[in-house]
């Protein structure tokens, strides 16, 4: 399949997704987005894919919204800008939540407006030590979307949730790994190398586990611990069924790596 906004390639249990539109610093029009709701919608269902590993190409991840895609032939910015978010935004952001798959972001460059919600998103971010975040909206106008306004405070506490969306100021990745906003800050030319590295690793853990794992997580803020233990007893009565719980004690006990079928 080909695409006009994204480079998509597959092998070895990952499938990567590369943002593709450098000369806007990736971003999102249109098409991109129907591209990559496409992407995204195929990988869940694929069961040859373990792994999403997305990134950007250039020296940008994404600029948020394609604002020159917002004023029509007269001239005029669309109003409803909630149903835009509706239609073009929110299905990508359930989607990354509620896919059974471990998400990798590597983060190349600037990440801005929606293209540093949609990083906020994702499971496990790796950023280059040259990108940076920007909540983008209050420099236009507008506030938090995509999910910004509930992963910022519940990554990086209220106070600088506060700062960062109302002041609209860039911060580094090193500033954002400290403050618990991304996992890991690595040196520009290891982006690569330690995202693949990461991606592999995960393609190798049991599907069935890190699915599960993913929801006990998305589940945990709202619930107390007695719910939360409930709900880890279920989960781990199901994991215990499968066969690849099996391997991995097997594994183990004969000084192996599993192989995990997802089973
Ligand atoms: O509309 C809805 O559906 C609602 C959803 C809204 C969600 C949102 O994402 S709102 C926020 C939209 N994004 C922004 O406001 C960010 C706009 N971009 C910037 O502020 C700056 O580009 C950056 C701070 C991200 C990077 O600055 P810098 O100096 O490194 O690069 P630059 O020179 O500004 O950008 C390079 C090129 O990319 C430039 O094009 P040119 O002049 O070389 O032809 C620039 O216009 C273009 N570009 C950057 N961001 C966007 C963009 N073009 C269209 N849309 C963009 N968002």
């Known amino acids: 399949m080909s695409f006009e906004c994204i480079r998509f390639e597959t092998g070895e249990g990952i499938a990567r997704i590369f943002f593709n539109r450098p000369e806007r610093l990736n971003a999102f029009n249109r098409q991109m987005l129907k591209e990559l709701k496409t992407l995204l919608d195929q990988c869940a269902v694929d069961p040859q894919i373990r792994v999403i590993l997305i990134t950007g190409t250039g020296r940008g991840f994404c600029a948020g919204q394609d604002l020159t895609e917002r004023k029509n032939e007269n001239g005029e910015l669309p109003r409803d800008l909630g149903k835009s978010l509706e239609e073009n935004y929110h299905p990508l952001i359930r989607r990354l939540r509620t896919m059974g798959k471990p998400i990798v972001c590597a983060v190349n460059g600037v990440a801005a407006g929606a293209g540093a919600s949609f990083v906020l998103a994702c499971d496990l971010v790796i950023a280059a030590k040259s990108a940076s975040f920007i909540q983008a909206f209050s420099r236009i106008g507008l506030t938090p979307d995509c999910g910004s306004s509930y992963f910022l405070p519940r990554l990086v506490g209220e106070a600088k949730a506060r700062a960062l969306a109302l002041t ?11 403050w618990g906003m991304i996992w890991q800050c690595v ?54 069924m499968t066969e690849d719980y099996r391997e991995g004690v097997q594994a183990f006990l004969e000084k192996r790596q599993p192989r995990f079928q997802g089973k």
């Open 168 to 178: 609209g100021d860039q911060i580094d990745a090193e500033t954002a790994e400290r």
């Open 187 to 240: 040196p520009d030319e290891e982006l690569q190398s330690q995202s693949e590295s990461v991606a592999l690793k995960l393609s190798r853990k049991a599907p069935l586990a890190s699915a599960e794992t993913k929801k006990l997580l998305q589940q945990s803020p709202g619930r107390n611990l007695e719910e939360q233990l409930q709900l880890e007893g279920q989960t781990q009565q199901k994991m215990g």
